[in-house]
């Protein structure tokens, strides 16, 4: 009952969620660190040392963490910067992200989760399938990687497909109910945000 973790739950949970399911853990994940994120690389030599190193951090956290405010934090972090900045306007910063770094991380950790969860109970496979939930392209394919079993991939594909099938269908009826022979029609409220859904899936963008 080892895959029976914290994981296996918040899998679970989220289920029925439109979009990714790794994606909404995900984004939950960077949403609960960002808050003590800036403060614990304040006090940690190494974490400082990371961010000095890379010039700071890449456009998607960067945003991330200023929408989460801590005007203190901020300027701890962003004096050094800019002053070696103005020190070495061109010298050439190493590439990453302190938060990218540990975000994968975590995004690992996740992703073999729901493997794990996904080859040893049924349950789980079966809530996955029923809620009609998706994981998106670039997660599958990550997914994939982590297990060479091919009867577990064709599984994982079979429900996959089926659920994409349905995100397809909402699609379809945005379009059809867009022909002025059905304008009348209302729009379900999960065909309202079908379309986001779809973009979020092929893309895997994290909805902050
Ligand atoms: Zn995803
Ligand atoms: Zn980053």
């Known amino acids: 009952m080892l895959y ?12 029925g969620h439109p979009d990714c399911p790794t994606c ?13 994120f800036l403060y614990e690389c304040v006090n940690d030599r190494s974490m400082r040392k990371r961010i000095r190193e890379t010039g700071g951090f890449c ?3 960067a945003l991330a963490m200023m929408k989460k405010g801590d ?23 190493k590439p990453g992200c302190l938060m990218c770094d540990l975000e994968v991380l975590h995004e690992e950790i996740l992703l073999k989760s729901f ?4 080859i040893n109970s049924e349950e789980f496979a079966e809530k996955f399938a029923e809620t009609k939930s998706c994981i998106c392209r670039p997660h599958l394919k990550q997914m994939k990687k982590l297990t ?3 009867d577990i991939i064709a599984k994982l594909d079979a429900v996959q497909i089926e659920n994409l099938k349905y995100a397809k269908g909402c699609l379809d009826e945005i379009i059809r109910k867009h022909d002025y022979r059905y304008n009348k029609e209302q729009l379900t409220k999960e065909e309202e945000i079908a379309w986001k859904r779809a973009v979020k899936l092929m893309s895997g963008i994290l909805d902050e």
């Open 148 to 150: 060479r079993n091919k």
């Open 115 to 118: 493997i794990d969860s996904f």
């Open 59 to 61: 456009r998607d956290h």
């Open 24 to 36: 909404v853990l995900l984004s939950r994940w960077r949403s609960t660190y960002i808050d003590t």
């Open 4 to 15: 029976k973790t914290q994981k296996y739950f918040d899998y679970l949970e989220v289920f």
């Open 71 to 93: 005007p203190l934090g901020h300027s701890v972090i962003y004096t050094t910067l800019i002053d070696e900045y103005i020190e070495a306007m061109n010298k050439k910063m």
